[in-house]
T-cell receptor
Framework: DTGVSQDPRHKITKRGQNVTFRCDPI?????LYWYRQTLGQGPEFLTY????????KSRLLSDRFSAERPKGSFSTLEIQRTEQGDSAMYLC???????????FGPGTRLTVL | AQSVAQPEDQVNVAEGNPLTVKCTYS??????LFWYVQYPNRGLQFLLK??????LVKGSYGFEAEFNKSQTSFHLKKPSALVSDSALYFC???????????FGSGTRLQVQP
């Protein structure tokens, strides 16, 4: 499968723990996006990379959230000191430079107890 | 700020009948408009987009959408619904110079046999 992949697909953690999610974009795509989707809502933009540069961050991305894309390929999203309000589906998407179409992965569902 | 409204939480239509899923948007400048579909346990899939040009845009699986600048709308349509079209549909907007998509809250389409 050559689509966007995310790992893990599900994560259950206790409040206060740190979690890290990984996204592998489609190989030739140099743009990578993170979104968060809560139940009954559409995805909300978190951050965007072009190659390894983080070009835009939403105000939703608090100090507890950090994203990296060190070699311009895969990306990680870390949440420190998780809170119950962080429970959501975290979606990754990628696109090719010059294209407006974003291809989405299956998401990582986070549950914070 | 940019925003999207999908006024219907659910749309019910009989198989073979035409369907419309409504979307209105608010953005400064020229909008980039998108429709995505989400099936259970699967990632968001791109259906179609409007960037510029013809107001009637054709996309995947027989769907089309009509851009109406005066009404700031981008309704999704299909001449003849299939049971397999039943899914969650999201409208999204961005604009020139921004990569982040702003999504609506989604409309669940239920096609009855």
């Amino acid at each position: 499968d050559t689509g966007v992949s995310q790992d893990p697909r599900h994560k259950i953690t206790k409040r206060g723990q740190n979690v890290t999610f990984r996204c592998d974009p489609i190989s030739e795509h140099n743009r990578l996006y993170w979104y968060r989707q809560t139940l009954g809502q559409g995805p909300e933009f978190l951050t965007y990379f072009q190659n390894e540069a983080q070009l835009e961050k939403s105000r939703l991305l608090s100090d507890r959230f950090s994203a990296e894309r060190p070699k311009g390929s895969f990306s990680t999203l870390e949440i420190q000191r998780t809170e119950q309000g962080d429970s959501a589906m975290y979606l990754c998407a990628s696109s090719f430079f010059g294209s407006d179409e974003q291809f989405f992965g299956p998401g990582t569902r986070l549950t914070v107890l | 700020a940019q925003s999207v409204a999908q006024p219907e939480d659910q749309v019910n239509v009989a198989e073979g009948n035409p369907l419309t899923v409504k979307c209105t948007y608010s953005v400064s400048g020229n909008p980039y408009l998108f429709w995505y579909v989400q099936y259970p346990n699967r990632g968001l899939q791109f259906l179609l987009k409007y960037i510029t040009g013809d107001n009637l845009v054709k996309g995947s699986y027989g769907f089309e959408a009509e851009f109406n600048k005066s009404q700031t709308s981008f309704h999704l349509k299909k001449p003849s619904a299939l049971v397999s079209d039943s899914a969650l549909y999201f409208c999204a907007v961005s604009k020139t110079g921004r990569r982040a998509l702003t999504f609506g809250s989604g409309t669940r389409l239920q096609v009855q046999p």
